[in-house]
């Protein structure tokens, strides 16, 4: 594998993630102590800021992985910082994920690290760099879901509990959504190596729309149902509760009014 070749300054974590992560670090403290006169703001501000982690850590993942794949470009291009800012399409990773997360409760995957392709030989390289976002989505979502499959939910406060379940919940979303093979996806991105040449070039018009056409389809009651029947399997696989995931998203809008149910679990 290539040696890796950076300047320092090219890894150190910015102080934009950092604060970033004091944010998640201190809203998730006032999540679990009921700190806040207002739980569900913040569940909010909790979820959300975690959110925006998992994408700079999705995005990192594949940068770091190309980088150790030969493409040492992606320090100089500030990947490797965790910035959120320096990502080159961060209405597409940040500001339209969270909007989505904020409308509907779903993971909008991201895409904004560019990899060039020349400097990496391999077929299994290029593929596992665009595995690698989405696998970190799956590492989020089971240490979101630890609690609830190693039966330890004891002492965890509802509010909680019920920031965890949906997080875990938009971070299967996530990674089901960016592991489908459509082009512009990073299922796509994992077997385009292994397709003809031919094939990649009657596709590759069609990347810019991918995204546009998967969420086009999800509009479809049928296919709707389908996806969101994949995602409740994964979760009653990972044994979280509907009913946490129901109040963790009735709590996460916190401007709408919440079920009386959920502040019965509290």
């Given at each position: 594998?290539t040696?890796a070749?950076?300047?320092p300054?090219?890894?150190?974590v910015?102080?934009?993630?950092?604060?970033i992560?004091?944010?998640t670090a201190?809203?998730?403290?006032?999540?679990?102590?009921?700190?806040?006169?207002?739980?569900?703001?913040?569940?909010?501000?909790?979820?959300?800021?975690a959110?925006?982690?998992?994408?700079c850590?999705?995005?990192?993942?594949?940068?770091?992985?190309?980088l150790?794949?030969?493409?040492?470009?992606?320090?100089?291009?500030?990947?490797?910082?965790?910035n959120?800012l320096?990502?080159?399409?961060?209405l597409?990773?940040?500001?339209?994920?969270?909007?989505?997360?904020?409308?509907?409760?779903?993971?909008?995957?991201?895409?904004?690290v560019?990899?060039?392709?020349?400097?990496?030989?391999?077929?299994?390289?290029?593929?596992?760099?665009?595995?690698?976002?989405?696998?970190t989505?799956?590492?989020?979502?089971?240490?979101?879901?630890?609690?609830?499959?190693?039966?330890?939910?004891?002492?965890?406060?509802?509010?909680?509990?019920?920031?965890?379940?949906?997080?875990?919940?938009l971070?299967?979303?996530a990674?089901?959504?960016?592991?489908?093979?459509?082009?512009?996806?990073?299922g796509?991105?994992?077997i385009?190596?292994?397709?003809?040449?031919?094939?990649?070039?009657?596709?590759e018009?069609?990347?810019?729309?991918g995204?546009?056409?998967?969420?086009?389809?999800?509009?479809?009651p049928?296919?709707?149902?389908a996806?969101?029947?994949?995602?409740?399997a994964?979760?009653r696989?990972?044994?979280?509760?509907?009913f946490?995931?129901?109040?963790?998203?009735?709590?996460?809008?916190?401007?709408?009014?919440?079920?009386?149910?959920?502040?019965?679990?509290?």
């Open positions: 594998m040696t070749t950076t300047r300054g090219d890894r150190q910015s102080s934009v993630f950092v604060g992560l004091a944010v201190v809203t998730g403290w006032a999540t679990w102590t009921g700190y806040a006169e207002q739980p569900g703001i913040a569940v909010f501000l909790f979820v959300t800021a959110w925006i982690v998992s994408l850590l999705h995005e990192y993942a594949h940068a770091r992985t190309a150790h794949s030969g493409d040492i470009s992606v320090g100089a291009k500030g990947y490797l910082t965790l959120p320096k990502y080159t399409h961060a597409l990773s940040i500001v339209l994920p969270v909007v989505f997360v904020i409308m509907g409760g779903i993971g909008l995957p991201g895409g904004a560019f990899i060039e392709r020349n400097r990496i030989r391999g077929r299994w390289r290029h593929s596992l760099i665009s595995a690698a976002g989405p696998l989505n799956v590492l989020f979502a089971a240490v979101c879901t630890a609690p609830f499959w190693l039966d330890a939910l004891d002492g965890v406060p509802a509010d909680f509990r019920f920031a965890l379940a949906f997080l875990a919940l971070q299967v979303t990674a089901i959504l960016n592991f489908l093979p459509v082009p512009g996806l990073d796509y991105g994992v385009e190596p292994w397709l003809s040449y031919k094939v990649k070039r009657q596709v018009p069609f990347a810019p729309f995204l546009l056409f998967v969420f086009a389809v999800l509009w479809l049928a296919v709707n149902e996806f969101f029947d994949v995602v409740d994964v979760m696989a990972l044994d979280v509760d509907m946490s995931q129901y109040c963790g998203d009735a709590q996460y809008r916190f401007w709408q009014e919440s079920p009386a149910i959920c502040s019965l679990g509290s």
